[in-house]
């Protein structure tokens, strides 16, 4: 069996902490391992647990986004979701410009806020269509500079619609019918081109340029249908 997936819960207040933890622990691939107050308190924790996930408040004491950039230097390894009452953009493309793998409002759905930790456990993003669609929406408004952007080879456009769609290596090496190895080298050379560290902030930057259509299923939901 699996080791589970490790979560720590950061959010200032304690009730909505002991909700998280009754959610999560129904879920028998999920671990919360622990619970931080304040941004000092989950930097610590996080250095202490090493977890997988940390889902984290913006507005908690210390500045939540600012735990969750010295999280992503600390523990490059470990996955932040951003939780919180906020669903203005500008908090959002801060969150993903930041690092953070998902950000979700806290009146989501649960089976949401269990697909969000599960997707940030692999490093992979996850948006909620709405919030995507709020995102894109704003980075239009900024006025359309894609024309003068880089210049992505076809290939390089179809991985990076997939990993705009959430994909993993792996599954992108089996739709493009390529190996792993050729589907990472793709991603090292559209990294260096639209100027991005991770594949979140690719993911983002794909709903930016318009290369993502928000209704499409995620790609491991699709592949999984289809074995189904």
Not at 87 to 116: C, F, P, Q, S, T
Not at 140 to 146: I, N, P, V
Request: net charge positive; aromatic share 4%.
């Amino acid at each position: 069996m699996a080791e589970p997936v490790t979560v720590l819960l950061a959010d200032d207040h304690t009730l909505f902490r002991q909700g998280l933890r009754r959610v999560l622990e129904m879920e028998p691939d999920l671990q919360v391992v622990a619970e931080a107050a304040t941004a000092e308190e989950t930097l610590r924790l996080a250095l202490e647990h090493k977890p997988r996930v940390v889902l984290v408040d913006i507005s908690m004491p210390g500045g939540g986004l600012e735990a969750a950039a010295k999280l992503r230097q600390l523990l490059p390894a470990t996955g932040v979701v951003v939780l919180t009452m906020h669903a203005d953009e500008a908090y959002l493309l801060r969150a993903m410009n930041l690092g953070a793998h998902g950000y979700l409002v806290k009146d989501v759905d649960a089976r949401i806020l269990v697909e969000a930790i599960r997707s940030a456990a692999k490093g992979m993003p996850y948006l909620h269509p709405n919030l995507a669609a709020r995102a894109l929406s704003a980075v239009a408004k900024r006025g359309a500079q894609q024309s003068q952007g880089p210049q992505l080879t076809e290939r390089e456009l179809e991985v990076l619609r997939l990993v705009g769609r959430g994909a993993s290596n792996r599954e992108i090496a089996r739709t493009l019918y390529i190996s792993v190895k050729t589907a990472k080298n793709h991603l090292t050379h559209i990294f260096e081109k639209i100027g991005v560290s991770d594949r979140t902030q690719a993911a983002l930057w794909a709903v930016r340029a318009g290369l993502v259509d928000l209704s499409e299923t995620p790609v491991g939901k699709d592949w999984n249908r289809r074995r189904g």
